[in-house]
């Protein structure tokens, strides 16, 4: 089971409801294993930020892939990546 490291910014400026995004990725995605320990080893990263400058992205990678949405419109973009992710 591939698994990926769920990540939320600090929500400073947040401009969507970033946890409504990952509840609806884990009800979307029920394949892949979910953690929010950056320590377990994970498949892909993924980064939900609530605005544009990103700030958790700056740092190094904790998994071979990483994927950092911004904004609600990334949606189609992030839903890409986890279909491509179960292809591997």
Known sequence: MKRIYLHYCGGCNPRYDRPALGA???RDF????YTSAEEDKADLELVLCGCTAACPARREASA???FV???QTD???L???LAALEAD
């Open 64 to 66: 071979p892939r990483r």
């Open 79 to 81: 839903y890409a990546a």
């Open 30 to 33: 029920p394949q892949y294993d």
């Open 75 to 77: 949606r189609t973009a």
């Open 69 to 71: 949405v911004t904004h």
């Open 24 to 26: 609806q990725l884990r």
